[in-house]
């Protein structure tokens, strides 16, 4: 499952590093729960918990109904 999470990662990277950040997969559990980090101006921004869920976790669900949740690292 890992290397599908890194593919639809890559589909995500180009907006979020158009932003000045990006984000980092650190572990991807066998329960479902992804665990990425944001960085960059990603870190740092207020709405980087929105970008997370309704972005990040909205497409990686979409994409690989075994994930469960993402969450921040």
Same mark, same amino acid.
């Given at each position: ?9 890559q589909?995500i990277?180009?907006?979020?590093? #158009?932003? *000045?950040?990006d984000?980092?997969l650190?572990d991807?559990g066998?329960? &479902? $729960?992804?665990?990425?980090k944001?960085t960059g #101006?990603? *870190?740092s ?6 970008t997370?869920k309704? &972005? $990040?976790?909205?497409m990686l ?5 075994e994930v469960k949740e993402?969450?921040?690292?």
């Amino acid at each position: 499952m890992k290397e599908k999470v890194l593919e639809v990662l890559q589909k995500i990277r180009p907006a979020l590093q #158009a932003d *000045g950040g990006d984000v980092v997969l650190v572990d991807v559990g066998a329960d &479902g $729960i992804v665990k990425v980090k944001l960085t960059g #101006a990603c *870190g740092s921004c207020p709405m980087s918990m929105m970008t997370l869920k309704n &972005g $990040i976790e909205r497409m990686l669900k979409q994409e690989i109904p075994e994930v469960k949740e993402v969450v921040q690292a």
